[in-house]
Each structure stands twice: as C-alpha cells, then as structure tokens.
C-alpha cells in the first residue's frame, strides 16, 4: 500500500497595509510658515518652532492608537486626562468643548499645568476618530497635543487651532 503524504500548510502572507492588515487612515495637515515638522518616539508627527521661544520647545504632537469601536470620545477624553494627572496633578481644565471642524468631530480641551520640569505651561489637546470602515473591531483615534509656556498661549493658539484645523483625511 502507497503512503499518501500530506503537504505542510502554507503560511499566510499578510502585507502591510492591506484589506486583511489595514494601515491608518490618510491624512493631510499643513505645517505653519516658520515652523519645523519633526520626530518623536511614539508620534506620527511633531510640529514646532524652528527655534525655541523663551527656552521651551512650543511644539505639537500628532499621536494614534486603535480602540475598540464601543469606545466613544467620553472614554478616550477621560482616559487621556487621567493618564496626564498621573503625570502632572496641578492639571486643570480651562475649557473643553465638542466641537466640528471640516465635518470632523471632534473634543478639544484646553488645560494649565506645571511641567515635569517646573515650567507653567498651557496644552490644546483634539482628539478625533479616523473614518470607519466595513465592521472591523477596532477604530483609529487621533490625537493632537499642543504645549506652550502659559505665558505665550495666547501668542500661539491661532496657530495650534489653525494646525488642528488644517487636518484633514483624504
């Protein structure tokens, strides 16, 4: 009698991105005139001066993560201020607001703290989710945090607001 040999499964090859493994959401925004686009471990992107005003680096980070898609702005607004309680506890909320901007939904909060360093500072923070598609598990959340000494917010928040505004998916 023939021994019938039974071939070993194949590995499935997945590419990144694609239908089975997708990438996160395109997405456009524009970097304001005199400011620099950079890195950071664990962003997508920073923007910032091309200099330091003041001796702090102003800057604006550009972060993702995925959620489940039961996740909803309430839970990740409150996730991400008490991880920065955690880290700076004088926190607090000066304004926070839903707001839509292109069509995009979104939360801001603007808050006051005391850096690690012992520097008073003032943070614009968006959050926003990435267009939904088919019924995946997860969604893409956005985030943008804007820091700046609190004694120049008021010269920089139009151009912070003008950068969150300027974010668009395509």
């Not at 700076?88 to 006051?112: C, H, W, Y």
């Amino acid at each position: 009698m023939a021994t019938q040999l039974t071939p070993p499964p194949t590995a499935t090859v997945v590419a990144y991105p694609s239908k089975l493994l997708p990438g996160i959401p395109a997405f456009v925004f524009a970097v304001p005139p005199g400011w620099a686009l950079d890195e950071a471990s664990g962003a997508l992107a920073v923007i910032r001066p091309l200099a330091e005003v003041n001796g702090f680096w102003i800057n604006a980070i550009l972060s993702h993560a995925k959620v489940a898609r039961s996740v909803g702005f309430r839970e990740v607004s409150t996730t991400t201020w008490n991880r920065l309680l955690d880290r700076l506890p004088d926190a607090t909320v000066i304004t926070q607001k839903f707001i839509e901007i292109n069509g995009q939904p979104m939360f801001l909060r603007s808050s006051e703290m005391t850096s690690e360093a012992g520097r008073a500072i003032s943070q614009l923070h968006a959050i926003f989710f990435g267009p939904a598609h088919g019924e995946g598990k997860v969604i893409d959340v956005f985030q943008i945090v804007c820091t700046v000494p609190r004694e120049n917010a008021d010269d920089y928040g139009a151009t912070m607001f003008d950068f969150i505004r300027s974010f668009k998916f395509v």
